[in-house]
């Protein structure tokens, strides 16, 4: 008998051709099923569903009662908290089949989802940005951005680390923990370099 080389609790359904990466840990009932394709050292809570054709990047952490549908791809370090919740149609009945309508939501890299927020589908939210909790994504977020509220509006802009930036009336900043800088362009901000930690 080959050992798998990720963890699954006893309860966990692996569906056969789903593809998990080593270090990965399936916790209690959750399902992941034919096709679905999980990263390296990714954490998958309690009654978590991953769809057939639903991407999860590598180091991915994935809190309880989180269904990541078809058309949902998840790049690496993502957060999502707990009973978020993403959706891949748009103007759902139960008597009419839209599974050719399915909109792809993209989450990228470093991003956070707070519990209970929403993620309308047919969106992309930015590297490291972050959805507060219980907020309701209705367009694409950029990269390092906060947003809050329902329809989710920016509130400000997070440091790669998890720190709120403090730009004040300046077009740059340096984060007070990470020392990363960043510039704010035309509405948007990026970041330049991680500091020098010795000054």
């Known amino acids: ?41 990714c954490n998958v809570g309690q009654n978590v569903v991953v769809s057939s054709r639903a991407r999860v990047g590598n180091g991915c952490k994935i809190q309880n009662n989180v269904s990541i549908y ?65 907020s309701v994504v209705t367009k694409d977020v950029p990269d390092f951005a906060l947003v809050v509220g329902n329809p989710a509006r920016r509130a400000g802009w997070m440091c790669q680390c998890g720190l709120r930036l403090d730009f004040g009336e300046a077009d740059d900043t340096t984060c007070a923990t990470c020392l990363w800088r960043y510039v704010r362009e035309g509405g948007l901000v990026r970041e330049v370099a991680p500091g020098d930690r010795s000054r």
């Open 70 to 134: 078809d058309d949902v791809e998840l790049e690496d370090f993502v957060f999502c908290g707990p009973s978020m919740v993403f959706t891949n149609v748009f103007n759902p009945r139960a008597h009419v089949s839209r599974k050719h309508e399915y909109r792809r939501t993209l989450v990228r890299t470093g991003a956070t989802i707070g519990a209970n927020a929403t993620i309308v589908c047919g969106h992309t939210i930015g590297r490291y940005a972050f959805i507060g909790s219980g």
């Open 1 to 41: 008998m080959t050992e798998t080389p990720y963890f699954a609790h006893e309860t966990a359904v692996i569906d056969e051709g789903a593809r998990i990466g080593a270090g990965s840990k399936i916790w209690h009932f959750s399902h992941v099923m034919p096709g679905a394709v999980i990263g390296e050292s």
